[in-house]
C-alpha cells in the first residue's frame, strides 16, 4: 500500500506563487501516472492536473492551464504542483493520487491547504 503526503501549501497573495509536494512511501509509484485535485469549500473535489509515470504528457484543467505545472521525480517517489500566478479561486485543499488505470484513482493522501488572499 502506497502513503502519499502533501505538503507545501499556505498562506498568499493573488499572483503569488507556491509549490506542493506530494511524496509518496510504502512502495514505489514511478510506474504509475499520478494527478492532482482540489477542493474548495462547499464545492466538489475537481481535478487538476495528471502526468503519466515518465513524465512524458501531462494535462491540466482549463482552470490551472498556463499557470500551473506538474512534474515528477521518479528516484525521489515525489510529485509536484508549481502553481503560479494564484487566484483568489485556487483557494482549496490540495490533495495527490496515484492514477493505476483509466478512470482511477486511489491511495489519496490527506491534502494541503492552499489560501490565496485578494
Known amino acids: 500500500q502506497v502513503r502519499l503526503v502533501e505538503s507545501g501549501g499556505g498562506l498568499v497573495q493573488a499572483g503569488g506563487s507556491l509549490r506542493l509536494s506530494c511524496a509518496a512511501s510504502g512502495r514505489t509509484v514511478s510506474s504509475y501516472a499520478m494527478g492532482w485535485f482540489r477542493q474548495a469549500p462547499g464545492k466538489e473535489r475537481e481535478f487538476v492536473s495528471r502526468i503519466t509515470w515518465s513524465g512524458g504528457s501531462t494535462y491540466y484543467a482549463d482552470s490551472v492551464k498556463g499557470r500551473f505545472t506538474i512534474s515528477r521525480n521518479n528516484a525521489k517517489n515525489t510529485v509536484y504542483l508549481q502553481m503560479n500566478d494564484l487566484k483568489p479561486e485556487d483557494t482549496a485543499v490540495y490533495s495527490c493520487?496515484?492514477?493505476?488505470?483509466?478512470?482511477?484513482?486511489?491511495?489519496w493522501g490527506q491534502g494541503t491547504q492552499v489560501t490565496v488572499s485578494s
Open positions: 493520487a496515484v492514477n493505476p488505470a483509466p478512470g482511477v484513482w486511489s491511495d
